[in-house]
């Protein structure tokens, strides 16, 4: 007598499932403060393993957590490649293992990457709405792959920007984004174009060096920086790092994995869940930088949400 099989959840289904990111809003905001409390939080979370895969300019993350307050287990498993030639094939790739946590039996194997780019905008969502200046009018996004349009997506349904704006690299992407998202879009012909005077700013490339300079951002601004996920790649200059107030999702994982962070020096004030909890203060009025690297726990509350979801529906 075998045990039940595991469920494939899909990316199709888990789209249909997660509907929108800001569902994921009050799950995330619990998670990121349990973390922040330590043990008494109940989130299980090593800083992750990642691989690389030197011959092909890849690597896989091993991201494992548990959830007391989800009484939820899951692993998440992602790949990411830098140079990719296969432009078809996405830079990110990620499968979450989803558990019984009273016995270890593996119940679902969904599809990790509406995951990914889901739960890591609506962290960046967290963030900005604790930490942007009042009045922000303007949204500046550098980048304009699957993390460009997910924080879009949240970015515009929860706050009212007067002005979004695009760069990125290739610049035909970045019209591409333009004609395709909901809203209007203005695309720049330079990062500096697109930042100047940007209240609340989005990095979210592959950049292994800065992108974005300290001297071009107006003073209060919020930064939300989530690419550069490796010791030695920066998106963000010394000058920026160093003269904003720095938060993070993980003081530990900044300070293994955030190039940012480690090359600069800079100090980092609070984890973001210290400040959901209320013991570290916000100071919107500063300029801010949330330094996301992405955690496990994120991906266990979006997992247990899509299983729970697609349990009722069937
Ligand atoms: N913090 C987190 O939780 C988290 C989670 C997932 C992903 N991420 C990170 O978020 C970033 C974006 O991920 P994604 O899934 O959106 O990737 P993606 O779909 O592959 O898009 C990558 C973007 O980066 C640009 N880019 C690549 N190399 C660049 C360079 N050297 N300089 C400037 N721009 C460059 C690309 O521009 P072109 O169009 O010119 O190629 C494209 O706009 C990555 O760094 C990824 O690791 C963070």
């Keep these: 007598m075998g045990s039940t099989p595991p469920v494939f959840i899909g990316a199709e289904e888990v789209e249909k499932h ?32 990642v691989l690389p895969v030197p011959r092909h300019g890849g690597y896989l993350g091993v991201m494992p957590a548990y959830s007391a307050a989800d009484d939820a287990l899951t692993t998440k498993l992602v790949t990411f490649y830098e140079h990719l030639k296969d432009s078809s094939v ?87 984004f333009a004609s395709a998202v909901s809203g209007p879009v203005r695309v720049c012909a330079s990062a500096q174009e697109a930042v100047t005077g940007a209240d609340v700013i989005v990095t979210v490339t592959m950049a292994t060096t800065p992108i974005l300079f300290g001297d071009w951002v107006k003073p209060g ?38 190039g940012d962070v480690i090359l600069s020096g800079a100090e980092i004030f609070a984890e973001l869940g210290e400040v959901l909890k209320g013991t570290k203060p916000a100071l919107p009025e500063k300029t801010t930088v949330f330094k996301s690297l992405g955690m496990a726990v994120e991906d266990t509350v979006a997992a247990k949400f899509v299983y729970d979801a697609w349990s009722a529906g069937n």
């Design 221 to 258: 601004a919020h930064i939300n920086a989530v690419g550069a996920s490796r010791p030695d790649w920066r998106e963000l200059d010394d000058e920026l790092m160093k003269n904003s107030v720095l938060f993070v999702d993980s003081r530990d994982a900044a300070l293994t994995e955030s």
């Design 90 to 176: 996405p830079s990110h790739q990620a499968t979450v293992l989803l558990f019984d946590p009273s016995n270890g039996t593996l119940k679902a194997v969904l599809d990790g990457s509406v995951i990914t780019a889901e739960r890591t905008a609506a962290v960046s969502a967290i963030a900005t709405k604790l930490l942007m200046p009042a009045f922000a009018e303007v949204l500046c996004i550098l980048g304009a792959g699957v993390q460009a349009y997910s924080h879009y997506d949240i970015f515009t349904e929860l706050f009212t920007f007067k002005e979004v704006r695009i760069w990125n690299r290739t610049k035909e992407r970045a019209v591409q």
């Design 18 to 49: 997660l509907q929108r990111a800001s569902l994921l809003l009050p799950a995330l905001e619990a998670a990121l403060a349990n973390f922040s409390a330590g043990a008494a939080g109940g989130v299980v979370q090593p800083v992750r393993t």
